[in-house]
């Protein structure tokens, strides 16, 4: 049987009043799918477990709300996820995500994934795709980037979420710094950006239709 956590009905009662309609409509499809999920706070965020496992997560920002799997790559067959964390993009309204039917199929593809034992590779520190492959996705995070980020929980999730792409953007402009402070004003603006759940280059990026 599966649980609410009353620490998740404050972190929605507290967002903006348009996420409050998304959040709590993305808890409702989740538990829907899957009568055994429990919630959990972590990172300062709302996350889905099935049986133990790590399965979806979503948030709330200023503008925008995210939302997404644990196993994303595995479950929407991409590790892409757009210009904001998670996979579904930068969620503005209830009408802009995908329809009740197919996030509940996604919810039952992360379920069957779990139950196969796919892991992720940020739960056991090992790459689940052939050698070379995960070499080339391997992105090396600058000591200072990654000593900031362990101090700030809520962009370092953010971060951990996105797409190797995503994270080299952040990566290679800090590591791009001639000067010690211009290194620390950059780490500064990436954890700014990071905890509204923007990717480095998200201005230029074109939004995504919506439907």
């Not at 706070?41 to 925008?64: D, E, I, Q, R, V």
């Not at 197919?102 to 520190?125: C, P």
């Not at 800090?174 to 004003?185: L, M, N, S, W």
Request: glycine share 6%; net charge positive; with cysteine.
């Amino acid at each position: 049987m599966g649980t609410r956590e009353p620490k998740v009905d404050v972190y929605i009662a507290k967002a903006q009043p348009f996420a409050q309609d998304i959040l709590a409509h993305l808890r409702d499809v989740v538990h829907g799918a899957c009568p055994e999920i429990e919630e959990a706070m972590k990172w300062s965020m709302p996350f889905f477990t099935y049986k133990g496992s790590l399965l979806c997560n979503m948030a709330a920002f200023k503008a925008h709300c995210a939302f997404g799997f644990w196993l994303g790559e595995q479950v929407l067959g991409t590790d892409a996820s757009g210009e904001a964390m998670g996979q579904l993009g930068r969620i503005t309204s209830v009408k802009g995500l995908p329809t009740r039917t197919q996030l509940t199929q996604w919810v039952h593809h992360a379920m069957a994934l779990t139950d196969a034992g796919v892991k992720n590779t940020r739960d056991t520190g090992a790459a689940k795709t052939p050698a070379k492959k995960a070499a080339a996705k391997t992105v090396a995070v600058p000591v200072e980037l990654a000593k900031a980020l362990q101090r700030d929980a809520k962009a370092k999730a953010v971060f951990d979420a996105f797409s190797p792409s995503h994270r080299r953007e952040y990566v290679e402009w800090i590591a791009d710094a001639k000067k010690p402070e211009t290194k620390e004003r950059r780490i500064a603006q990436a954890l700014e950006m990071l905890a509204n759940g923007q990717s480095r280059n998200a201005k230029y990026e074109s939004p995504k239709r919506k439907g």
